[in-house]
């Protein structure tokens, strides 16, 4: 069946999205998760060597996406265009993005004294605190208001606090 001016149209849409916003919420539970997985039941890891894998996870998770949407739509053929691959790239960019914060509190830690420990828990808290935010943003524009801003916070909030509890569990 032949591409109607509906694909056509959802087409020119999706590639004048700039970013998945969504993929920042993703992002930063990811963020979260690595920080979390860092030195159970051992010293955490240097400030250095956990910059270097938030940013890394979120390169690699980033370009997992961009090839999965590449090769997982119906529409995929053998290859695909460099603009294809350009259009899923920015739209899955913000993943990538999520890590930065976090990255930047291990840092930022480290330079107001903090313990090794101490950083990897602020790191936490920010990858979890950038999730709440990021799903705010998110469900905003999607004009969500009330009831669902609510459940939208309290969902988000709730999932990051699940990884703050197995980073307490795994540590004591």
Known sequence: MPD?????SARADQERLPSDYAGAIYG?????????GTGPGEEPPHPAELIVLLLATGLVFWLSHVYAHLVGEPS?????????FRVA??????IVQAA??????????VLLGMS????AWLALAVAVGSQLGWAMYVAIRAGATGGRLVATAVI?????????????ALTH
């Open 4 to 8: 109607g001016p509906m694909v056509d």
């Open 28 to 36: 930063s539970l990811l963020a979260a998760s690595v920080v979390a």
């Open 76 to 84: 995929a053929g053998a290859l695909r265009s460099a603009k294809q």
């Open 89 to 94: 790239a920015r739209r899955d960019w913000p």
């Open 100 to 109: 930065v914060p976090p990255a930047v509190a291990v840092g930022v830690g």
């Open 116 to 119: 090794d420990a101490g950083a």
């Open 156 to 168: 988000n909030l709730f999932l990051g606090l699940v990884i703050v509890g197995l980073k307490a």
